[in-house]
């Protein structure tokens, strides 16, 4: 070529030689120019440089969407982000790297917790709230006559399922006079009362 001048970066060298993309001079138009026409090496076929957030996705780059800002589903780093890839974005309770549920954190990172509705690892039960007395304790534990915890449905809870020991096995206190003669007693009629054949304290009246 020949333009009339000794000028570069006009399409001509001072050399008389032909200017392009590619020729590893930066000319007019080039922010680099890396000697070669091939994209995904810092500087692409078009001689403009390659970097996470310019919207184009370059072979080491898992996603780029023209910004470096996280949480929008490519970080900043230009990796995709999910819920399990371990890194906590904006709309995720938690992620814990995995996607698996009863570790603190279900697949759809969301926190697990006891009275979410949902029975997670050490809950034996999960009734959607943190409420005693409703067959479900605060603690997810399943709540029953003998677990030695006195629900509002029971009288007592002595820890079992044994009567004649002041507690019956239906959490009913055990009383001379309630009707059920208990081990310790000789008798009971279901009341208090004396000179019925069963005296108050629940022994057998007799003549002599």
């Known amino acids: 070529c020949d333009d009339g001048n000794a000028v ?3 399409g001509c060298t001072p ?10 001079t930066i000319n007019n138009g080039e922010t680099c120019d890396d000697g070669n026409a091939v994209s995904n090496d810092g500087c692409s076929s ?3 440089p390659e970097f996470c957030g310019d919207g184009v996705k370059q072979a080491s780059e898992g996603c780029d969407d023209g910004n470096t800002v996280s949480s929008d589903g490519c970080s900043s780093t230009c990796v995709v982000e999910f819920c399990g890839d371990g890194v906590k ?3 995720e309770e938690c992620d814990d790297g995995n996607a698996v549920s009863g570790d603190g954190c279900t697949p759809a990172c969301v926190v ?3 009275g979410d509705g949902t029975i997670n690892n050490g809950e034996t039960c999960d009734d959607g709230n943190a409420l005693n007395n409703d067959g479900c304790s605060s603690t997810c534990v399943v709540e029953f006559c003998g677990d030695g915890v006195q629900q509002a ?3 007592c809870d002595d820890g079992n399922t044994v009567s004649n020991d002041g507690c019956s096995s239906t959490c009913i206190v055990e009383v001379c ?3 059920v003669k208990q081990a310790s007693e000789e008798c009971d009629d279901g009341n208090a009362v004396s000179n019925d054949g069963c005296s108050a304290a629940c022994v057998v009246e007799f003549c002599g």
């Open 177 to 179: 006079g309630d009707g």
């Open 112 to 114: 697990e917790f006891c």
């Open 153 to 155: 449905s029971e009288e």
């Open 15 to 24: 050399a008389c030689v032909v200017e392009f993309c590619g020729d590893g």
């Open 46 to 48: 078009l001689c403009q």
């Open 8 to 10: 570069s970066g006009d």
């Open 89 to 91: 974005q904006a709309i």
